[in-house]
Nanobody, 118 residues
Framework: QVQLVESGGGLVQAGGSLRLSCALS????????MGWYRQAPGNQRELVAT???????NYSDSVKGRFTISRGNAKNTVFLQMNSLKAEDTAVYYC????????????WGQGTQVTVSS
């Protein structure tokens, strides 16, 4: 059974930093993509950043230059370093896993709250 467990959320002042972690348990194909999405109250869930098993990254325009996504050496952990945080970054952040083989499957973590005070 595949599970994603997030940690590292919290309350921070504008301009500060936080580091989110997501640990994957369970056996999956190495062909996959992990990443982070977020959802603020009243808004749809949106992409923050993703990283593939070959370390190709993708960022939303709103976080480029401020956030950095990376994976652990064992490829079963993904991190999101968030710098220069803004009030508009406040949201629940969800870890996301997409496995491509033998067919596409998607998994979500439970979410971790990030609150940025202005």
């Amino acid at each position: 059974q595949v599970q994603l467990v997030e940690s590292g959320g919290g309350l921070v002042q504008a301009g500060g930093s936080l580091r989110l972690s997501c640990a994957l348990s369970g056996s999956i194909s190495t062909a996959n993509s992990m990443g982070w999405y977020r959802q603020a109250p009243g808004n749809q869930r949106e992409l923050v950043a993703t990283i593939t098993s070959s370390n190709t990254t993708n960022y939303s325009d709103s976080v480029k230059g401020r956030f950095t996504i990376s994976r652990g050496n064992a490829k079963n952990t993904v991190f999101l370093q968030m710098n220069s945080l803004k009030a508009e970054d406040t949201a629940v952040y969800y870890c996301h896993l997409q496995v491509w083989l033998p067919y596409i499957r998607t998994y979500w973590g439970q979410g971790t709250q990030v609150t940025v005070s202005s």
